[in-house]
Every structure is written in C-alpha cells, then in structure tokens.
C-alpha cells in the first residue's frame, strides 16, 4: 500500500472474492491489523450494532493487551472497570433510541478507546393484514402501496429505498448532529401470527419507479422477492437499446439485490386473448436461447425471427430460462427471482409484445423454469443463510439445508414438501400463465423434486405425488396448459405421469447421432416412439437436440463415418447435410410431439463446448443463405408442414425398425398409409418396403409414383 496519508491508519484488509461474470462472491473477508503497543478490541456483541427491544438484556465484552486496566462506560457514564485483560457487563435496553457504550484502556500515562453503539426501537406494532393483500407488492392506488414480507423468526423489518433516502441508523455525531429515529411508515408490523412483516406507504408519485429494500433486523438488506423488477450492480451492462431508460442500481446507497416498485403503470394491451393452443400431441417445439439466436439478444429482435420460425412450421416456441437469474449472460439455469424478467433481454413489456405476436401466428409460447432449486442471490435463500449468500439454515421454510440428492445438486435445493415451497410453486406457475400468458412450462430436473436421498434413478412415488399435486394446481387455473417435465426417471414412473396428463423430455441426442455419423451399430432411435417407453398417450416430446446435448452437425464433421475408398466420407459438408435430412425424415414422421434446437434446421455446426458449455455461442443467420443449409430448413420445414396436415402422423397404428442399417417406420391410417425407409450406412443396402398395400404409392420429395 502506498501514497497513504498520514494521518490515516490500516486497520485491516478487507478481502471478496467475485466469480469473473459478478454473479456470486463471497462474504466480505477481513484482517485485522494492529499496531505495536496497547491494544482493544470490542469481542460481544459480536455483530454490532444491535436493535433490542426495552427489556432485553445484552452482553457486552472486550479485550485488552498490554494493558494496565480496562474501564466501560455507558452514554459518557462510568459503569465499570478491571485490572484483568478482559471485560463483561450487562446491560438491559431501556429507553428508545441511540445508547453509546465506549471501552477504554490505560497504560501509564497512554489510553486507547473504542465505542459502539445500540439502538432500543419501540416494539413491534402487532396487527392483521389489511383485506385482500399477499406477499410482496400490492399497489393500492396511484399513490399507495403496501409492502408485505413473509419472515417467521426475525426481530423486525425495517424499509429502506428512495423513499427516505435509504437511511437506517446512519452514521451520525452524537455531539453534533440530530438524532435518527425509527420511521413507524417505515418499520413494519408483525401480524399476528409472528410470521409476515407489512407496511402501507402512501404520497407516493404516480408512475415513478421506487427502489428499494428491506432492513431485516438491521444487519441483512434483502430485496422483495416477489418483486417483478430487480436491479443488480451488473446493469450497467445492458444496452440502452435493449432497455432504454432502465434505472440504475443505486450503488452509491447500498448494496445487494435491489426491488423496484411503480404505481400508475401503463398496462399492455394485449391483441390477442382468445389464442388456442395447439394440441399437445401435435406440438413442434422450437427451442431457443435469446441470448444466443441473435446479436442484439432481446425481444424486440426476437419478434423480428417469427416469420422465419413460422415459415419453418413450429407451433410453439420453448423460451430458456427469462426469470432474473444470477449475471447477465447465462443459460438462465442460476435462477434469483421468480417473478421478475431478466432484463439482459429487455422490458417486461417486450416479452408481453413477443408473446402476443407469437400467438398471432399461431405459436404457443412455452417457458422453461427452475423450481428444483435457486442460487445465493435469492432473497428466499439469504433471508435465512449463514452466509451472505447461502447455505440455508434449517429456520429456512423453503430449502433444504443439504440437498437429499448429492449426486445431481444445483444452488440450493428447494424441498417440495414444505407447505410454503409449495404456496411459492404455485403461485410462480400461476404468475407466468396469468400476467404474461404463456401457455405452460417445460420444468427443469422434476427429478429433483423428492426428499428421497439417492440420484433419483429410482421408481419413487413421493415424487409423483408431488407433480400430481403441483400439476393439479396449474390445470384448476388453466386447464390446457402444458406441462413437460425434464424428468429422466424410470418408463414406469414417467407412465404415471403421462397417463396424469403431463409430458416428458425424450432424450435420443446419442442413437440419432450415431446414425447420422453412420455408426449402425448404436444407432437404435426406437425410443423416439412413446409406445418403446410403455406410454399409453404420445406424451414423449422427442428430440434429436437440445440446449443440453452436442450438435448432430458439429459431431458430423468431426467424427463422421466413411466407406473402404473414402468416395463417401460423413465428414464432407454436404454429405453431413443429407445425413440430417435423413434423420430428420425419421423424426419429425413418428407420432408425438416434437423439439428442434435452434438453428439444428440449418446445421449449426459448433460444439457445445465452444467457448464453454454454458458460454456464448456464434450467431449464424447467414447460414440461412448458404444453399446447402437452406436446403436442410425446406427439407425441415415441408416435413413438419407433412405431419402437421395429414392425420396419418397422429396414428396409434404405426411400428418403428431402428435397428442397424436400414430403417423403417410403417403407418396406417384410414386416411393413407405411409412408409419411410431409410439406409444409414456408409455402403449401399438392399431392402424391400414391405408396402402395407396395393396401389399407387407417391414419394413425397421427388413426386414420383409406383403402383403396387
């Protein structure tokens, strides 16, 4: 350290350790230093200052060395002292306001101080909930609101924000400057129950946006959770363009997630408010990353892609992640808060608009959640942690405090048998379907939600009970509503599910790759079909990619089969693209819904390891104009367009050969039938249709005809 004043003194070093894209860091690390000669230090109350009520008694200590004697005093009054090298004293709050307690210590003719201070607040007002409010913000008029804080066991809650200049307890001389006092607008009652911290503040100006925080027993600031704006320090990275006029986190005043509240907003209007999902057994999914599928990564362009999205056919589109999660580039999986959008891709409005002009052209727009668990941002995890940012303490309603499945752990894993996690689960899933309407939610790792320790590999029926019951609560609201779970659980279990009414994710990234890289051996893509899980209804959603699986394309290219002369080689592009196509003419055919990773329709061709698996990917519209990878999209494209119009895709009277080289799929319907046949060899094979009947039978590519 150089260039320090001198009349300034190192007391200690204060260190944080920050992850490279701010999205956690630790608590604040400190070490004291001290000088040679006599020293104090104040040892009780150990987190200072304190807020006791009249009547509580406290314990105050201190430690001396080098030393001849200790004395204490309470507001410049002699209380005690010692020959020893510490000292204790206790003392009962009295009063209300600010009370100094100062340690001296002397030695010979030298003395050194050290004063802190408590502060004695009012008690508690206790009192019911106003009519007609629940947790968070409830905007009463243009000029009022009433905060409302679910907390059982703390001491109180204290509003801090630009209200009143997020003052609590500020620095102050006692000799000198007006004496701070407690706010009752501010400091919040305690219903009755000792559970749930409230307040109303009025004059408040209409259409301006308050930040602001709770001050939990004035140790712990912590934002609304079910705030539906929340300002970070990381902000500042976002584009005025993505966010125009966003209002800075106040960094000048506080630290820590910071809520948002304004009255008078204007509401969307919406356009469409009678839209009809598609069928969920009809579904072509197009899954996508916002972040990811263009430049300028927010709404307002992602509006601009839906008539590329409805040319290619999809039905309903599978956003990532959009709540406000931790840093601004992610996958969204570090979820912080539950009912606010994650600026990073723009207003709340901006993502209404994206909905509504999504259903305009027909498409369902479905959210992908995480309700397995939350990161240390959370105000539902700091509220009760032992850290600034987690772990939970067992006082916490919501998680648990070590999760029960320690092979697959993420964040904080919230226990879906607590009756509060399960009032949060429903009012989130209520929230998204109501506020923004989104026509359901593709649920991250269901096979987390379970108090059953193991990896939750197993038959468990806990868990079941626990997506009947969540499922139940979303279809009392809306009954159409989709729900796919990222389940991975056993064929018997997700039948359960399935038979309920819900959807699972059916992973067949691996055979189908292996088949595209003509490796007939471990290419067997049966369990595209729901009937190889044992399901009764066709609740698979199939899919060759997702964000979590590699490139078909990538692997292609890189690790592609060839034949004894190399005159046919995976690895040449074009021979790559067909290999697609050829997939894609088993995938899309079979009956059930379906998902595309974005940009699968054009090949997109870097691994999900580029730049890191969760890291920014290249954006690549242009392959969109390279004439090979266009063609792969019409090929996508009339495909989907065949099983979407023709009812023979939606049969039960179908069989499915994926075993080795030459593939069959065999449909039957009243309407026609339909064979797809297929060699995924490196060599020419030699196979008969095996045609269902006599007739003329038409290819759908080529418009060719034989008669049978």
Not at 537 to 565: A, C, I, T, W
Not at 658 to 663: C, F, H, L, R
Request: with cysteine.
């Amino acid at each position: 350290i150089t260039n320090l004043p001198s009349d300034e003194k190192i007391i200690s070093l204060a260190f944080v350790l920050r992850a490279a894209n701010r999205s956690i860091q630790t608590d604040n690390l400190y070490l004291e230093i001290f000088e040679e000669g006599i020293k104090l230090k104040i040892l009780e109350p150990v987190n200072l200052p304190i807020y006791p009520e009249a009547g509580e008694k406290i314990n105050f200590s201190a430690a001396s060395e080098n030393a001849d004697s200790i004395a204490m005093f309470f507001n410049n009054q002699y209380l005690t002292s010692t020959t020893n090298d510490t000292i204790n004293y206790e003392i009962t709050a009295s009063g209300t306001g600010r009370q100094w307690i100062k340690f001296t210590v002397y030695s010979g003719g030298e003395t050194l101080s050290d004063s802190t201070h408590f502060y004695v607040r009012e008690p508690v007002v206790i009192e019911e909930l106003p009519q007609g409010v629940q947790a968070g913000i409830n905007y009463i008029n243009d000029n009022t609101v009433t905060l409302v804080f679910f907390a059982p066991y703390k001491n109180f809650v204290y509003l801090i924000g630009d209200f009143n200049d997020w003052k609590f307890d500020p620095d102050i001389n006692p000799d000198t400057d007006e004496e701070w006092l407690f706010d009752p607008q501010y400091y919040l009652k305690l219903t009755p129950d000792s559970t749930t911290y409230w307040t109303t503040i009025t004059g408040l100006t209409p259409g301006q946006e308050y930040r602001f925080q709770y001050s939990v027993n004035g140790t712990l600031k912590i934002a609304d959770p079910y705030s539906d704006k929340i300002l970070e320090e990381e902000d500042s990275e976002i584009e005025e363009t993505t966010y125009p006029d966003l209002i800075p986190y106040p960094e000048d005043k506080t630290n820590f997630s910071v809520s948002v509240f304004q009255t008078a907003q204007e509401e969307y209007q919406w356009e469409v408010t009678d839209f009809e999902r598609p069928e969920k057994t009809e579904l072509i999914i197009y899954e996508l990353l916002v972040r990811d599928f263009t430049e300028a990564h927010d709404y307002k362009t992602l509006i601009d892609t839906l008539d590329y999205l409805e040319n290619l056919g999809v039905n309903a589109i599978e956003l990532m992640p959009v709540n406000e999660f931790e840093g601004n580039e992610s996958w969204g999986y570090n979820t912080s808060f539950y009912f606010a959008p994650d600026k990073y891709y723009g207003s709340k409005n901006d993502l209404k608009k994206f909905i509504d002009e999504c259903h305009k052209r027909g498409i369902a727009v479905i959210m992908d959640i995480v309700l397995n668990h939350m990161y240390g941002r959370s105000s539902f995890v700091r509220l009760y942690s032992s850290g600034d940012y987690g772990p939970p303490t067992s006082e916490n309603p919501w998680f648990n405090v070590t999760s029960p499945n320690q092979t697959f752990s993420f964040g904080y894993d919230l226990n879906h048998t607590k009756s509060a996690t399960q009032q949060l689960v429903d009012r989130v899933n209520r929230y998204w379907l109501e506020e923004y309407k989104f026509d359901g939610y593709r649920f991250d790792f269901t096979k987390g939600f379970t108090q059953t320790p193991g990896d939750g590999g197993g038959f468990d029926q806990s868990r079941i009970n626990i997506l009947k019951r969540m499922a139940d609560k979303i279809w009392e609201f809306d009954s159409t509503a989709y729900v796919i779970l990222e389940h991975f659980a056993p064929d018997s279990e997700e039948k359960i599910l399935t038979d309920y009414g819900m959807m699972t994710w059916g992973n067949n990234n691996y055979n189908y790759n292996e088949a595209t890289m003509g490796y007939v051996s471990t290419s067997n893509f049966s369990r595209i079909s729901y009937k190889a899980h044992s399901f009764a209804n066709p609740y698979s959603v199939g899919y060759m990619e997702s964000h979590d699986e590699e490139r078909l394309m990538y692997k292609n290219l890189q690790f592609g089969n060839k034949n004894s002369d190399g005159s046919y080689n995976i690895k040449n592009k074009l021979e790559a693209l067909q290999r697609i196509k050829l997939a894609a003419a088993f995938f899309f055919t079979v009956p059930g819904p379906k998902m595309i990773w974005q940009f699968g329709e054009l090949g997109y061709d870097f691994s999900i390891d580029y730049n890191g698996r969760t890291g920014n990917k290249p954006v690549r519209w242009d392959y969109y104009n390279d004439p090979p990878r266009y063609k792969l999209y019409k090929v996508f494209s009339e495909l989907i367009n065949l099983k979407k119009n023709n009812e023979v895709f939606t049969t039960t009277n179908f069989s499915l050969s994926s075993a080795g080289s030459v593939k069959r799929l065999q449909l039957k319907h009243e309407t026609m039938d339909v064979i797809v046949l297929g060699n995924f060899d490196v060599v020419n094979k030699t196979s008969s249709p095996n045609f269902t009947k006599k007739g003329n039978w038409y290819n759908y590519f080529s418009g060719d005809s034989i008669y049978v």
